[in-house]
């Protein structure tokens, strides 16, 4: 595959028919990271956490009127049952409130599938696409799953709020960011966490209630987001941790409310942490509330670990899935000597001669392979939930991983037999809608100098521009990058 071809496809997201082929990649690339922008216009209109956490509230507070209704009403069936001598009987829950169902699933369905209209209208738009492609990398490096309801209409606004900003900053800020958005807090349960020696335990305990420690995001925070597995911390460390971040937590929503503030808003909550002295990695740290578990962050930031397992990640994604040692190394170094600057481990990526390997490394992940068909076709629109149509019919939903580590990086994963026909009928669809193509001229403008003589012989064969097309978005020139 030669460098021109390379830098669009594997570095970008896949070439455009109506721009301009790069004449120095490596310049072409560099040059994105002053071109990116965190906020471009297709996701302007959107609703933030603000808009979208006092939905939330509203919806939460009507589900609470009505459970206190349904209680009121519970309370006196069991004397008209015994009036009518049927105290035995079953007791009938109330049908559901359809109005509420109705509420509930267009609260999560707006701003999931608008923010997915917007991610997928950006890819096939941005000026920057290898800077858009870190975006996603990072995104699912730091992965919320909408499948938790409360999560779901929050999960675009955590991509564009948390992540967005920070792409072309410092590790250690996208760190703090991520680790402050409700997204993250109510997905990894740390809005509940309660210190067992905090005011609010010892209260509750008063009362007859238990609240304790949850350790979910502590123990992802080092497992997934900084150090990586297996990398010399205990669970001594991961309880440290998690009593060190008590009181992060959301204002107004999730299912212990963090108390007063903009609603959706980070919220510092005194009462909840656990009092005293921590200690992580052999390193202590003072008592000092929220600036505790910060500077916790900050350690862990900062780590070597954590230099080693972003490396590691990075090299995979960019240089095939065995990530090349030698690569991983230099990326680390860069990392490590500029206090995680994102711009400075780029640049060291773009150095690295691995990722200029002539051959198609990376098999694409269904997101990827369907933001370069729909780049392929000269697409700069998204209709109105088409997105998350085909994202759910390749195999990925976008924003669902299911798990916290996020989606894989491999080929084993996506490379199956039913994953591949599926991309076959989703090529038949896109190409049935793209006008009237010549795919022999297009091919070549995709992938100069990188085109097989295998494919081009298919394309030059087929019965139709339209099955011409739909073969070149299926070629395993756009099935790999």
Do not use: C
Not at 333 to 340: K, N, T, V
């Amino acid at each position: 595959m030669s460098e021109v071809s390379i830098a669009l496809n594997r570095f970008g997201l896949g070439a455009r028919p109506d721009e301009a082929l790069p004449t120095d990649p490596r310049a072409w690339l560099t040059a994105q990271l002053a071109r990116y922008q965190p906020r471009p216009a297709v996701l302007a209109g959107l609703a933030g956490t603000p808009v979208i956490a006092a939905e939330i509230m509203d919806y939460q507070e009507q589900r609470r009127a009505v459970r206190q209704e349904r209680r009121a009403a519970g309370a006196q069936q069991p004397d008209a049952a015994m009036t009518a001598g049927s105290a035995m009987q079953p007791v009938q829950r109330p049908p559901r409130d359809p109005d509420q169902m109705a509420a509930r699933r267009q609260l999560r369905r707006t701003h999931y599938e608008a923010a997915i209209d917007a991610r997928m209208a950006s890819a096939l738009v941005t000026p920057a696409p290898f800077a858009e492609r870190m975006v996603h990398f990072w995104a699912n490096h730091f992965a919320v799953s909408a499948d938790k309801i409360v999560v779901t209409p929050l999960v675009g606004a955590f991509e564009f709020e948390a992540i967005r900003p920070h792409v072309t900053g410092k590790f250690r800020d996208m760190l703090g960011a991520m680790a402050r958005h409700p997204a993250m807090l109510l997905y990894l349960d740390q809005a509940q966490s309660v210190g067992p020696g905090s005011r609010f335990a010892q209260g509750a305990a008063l009362r007859g209630n238990k609240r304790g420690l949850n350790e979910n995001f502590a123990r992802e925070l080092m497992e997934l987001h900084t150090l990586g597995v297996r990398t010399g911390y205990s669970q001594a460390d991961v309880t440290e941790l998690a009593r060190g971040l008590t009181g992060w937590s959301v204002a107004g929503i999730g299912r212990r409310a963090g108390g007063q503030g903009d609603p959706g808003a980070f919220r510092f909550a005194p009462a909840v942490h656990e009092p005293g002295a921590r200690s992580l990695l052999g390193q202590s740290y003072a008592e000092g509330g929220e600036a505790q578990g910060q500077a916790m962050l900050d350690a862990l930031a900062r780590h070597p670990a954590t230099a080693t397992h972003v490396a590691t990640k990075l090299a995979r994604h960019f240089a095939g899935d065995d990530p090349p040692p030698a690569m991983v190394t230099r990326i680390a170094a860069a990392f490590r000597s500029s206090d995680g600057d994102l711009p400075t481990v780029y640049r060291a990526i773009i150095a690295s001669p691995e990722a200029w390997a002539a051959g198609t490394s990376k098999f694409r992940t269904p997101w990827e392979w369907a933001v370069a068909a729909m780049r392929a076709t000269g697409q700069r629109e998204v209709a109105s939930g088409s997105a998350v149509g085909l994202l759910n019919q390749l195999g990925q939903p976008v924003w669902k991983p299911g798990q916290p580590i996020g989606y894989d990086d491999i080929a084993a994963t996506w490379a199956g037999p039913d994953a591949v026909m599926r991309r076959v009928e989703a090529a038949e669809r896109i190409a049935a809608r793209a006008p009237e193509t010549d795919a022999r001229a297009l091919a070549a403008k995709l992938y100069p100098a990188a085109l097989s003589d295998a494919t081009a012989t298919a394309i030059a064969r087929a019965e139709s521009p339209g099955q011409g097309l739909a073969l070149l978005l299926v070629a395993p020139e756009t099935m790999r990058r």
